[in-house]
T-cell receptor
Framework: DAGVIQSPRHEVTEMGQEVTLRCKPI?????LFWYRQTMMRGLELLIY????????DSGMPEDRFSAKMPNASFSTLKIQPSEPRDSAVYFC?????????????FGPGTRLLVL | AQKITQTQPGMFVQEKEAVTLDCTYD???????LFWYKQPSSGEMIFLIY??????QNATEGRYSLNFQKARKSANLVISASQLGDSAMYFC????????????FGTGTRLKVLA
């Protein structure tokens, strides 16, 4: 079975540009999560979806960040405009809701560098 | 407020020996889940093991076991017969339900296995 797929794996962009990160969750999973990992702040949950509906976006840092999930097999995280402090590794993860257990499986991450 | 604490920033262990990575948590919820993830230098997040708050037995997955002490609110990861490939960052995480599902990760422990 394919795992969580993220693209691109690496992104280098200039300050002010729009950045779009993409994620395909594991088939059959009904939860999708976006995380950001930095040395300073560790692993932070940005937003998560249940059945394509955003449930909690309290971790989204500011209005420059937006996320969508138009269908069960695709999600995007967009940063517009990007800033150097957005440089981080962005992970997408998915899980299937099961009684008493709900393990998240992570994608390989997108390494974003904003110059 | 919920909290995950990993007090060991770095650990060394001799190959073939066992090692315990500490994790304590704080939550007032009765229903929660505890997870351990491994992050090798390549960057991916690999799920290792899960323990539910209602599970009476400690979880085990191959060489990994979770020493769950509910009264002490600790969920230590035990790796038996360490291998060089176990060198990585290890993250403890917790999920709880408080209206919506929430996830938090600890700051991680970097494990180095010595030959």
């Amino acid at each position: 079975d394919a795992g969580v797929i993220q693209s691109p794996r690496h992104e280098v962009t200039e300050m002010g540009q729009e950045v779009t990160l993409r994620c395909k969750p594991i088939s059959g999973h009904d939860y999708l999560f976006w995380y950001r990992q930095t040395m300073m702040r560790g692993l932070e949950l940005l937003i998560y979806f249940n059945n394509n509906v955003p449930i909690d976006d309290s971790g989204m840092p500011e209005d420059r960040f937006s996320a969508k999930m138009p269908n069960a097999s695709f999600s995007t995280l967009k940063i517009q405009p990007s800033e150097p402090r957005d440089s981080a590794v962005y992970f997408c993860a998915s899980s299937k809701h099961e009684l008493y257990q709900e393990t998240q499986y992570f994608g390989p991450g997108t390494r974003l560098l904003v110059l | 407020a919920q909290k995950i604490t990993q007090t060991q920033p770095g650990m060394f262990v001799q190959e073939k020996e066992a090692v315990t990575l500490d994790c304590t948590y704080d939550t007032s919820d009765q229903s929660y889940g505890l997870f351990w993830y491994k992050q090798p230098s390549s960057g991916e997040m690999i799920f290792l093991i899960y323990q539910g708050s209602y599970d009476e037995q400690n979880a085990t997955e191959g060489r990994y076991s979770l020493n769950f002490q509910k009264a002490r609110k600790s969920a230590n990861l035990v790796i038996s017969a360490s291998q060089l490939g176990d060198s990585a960052m290890y993250f403890c995480a917790m999920r709880w339900a408080s209206g919506t599902y929430k996830y938090i990760f600890g700051t991680g422990t970097r494990l180095k296995v010595l030959a």
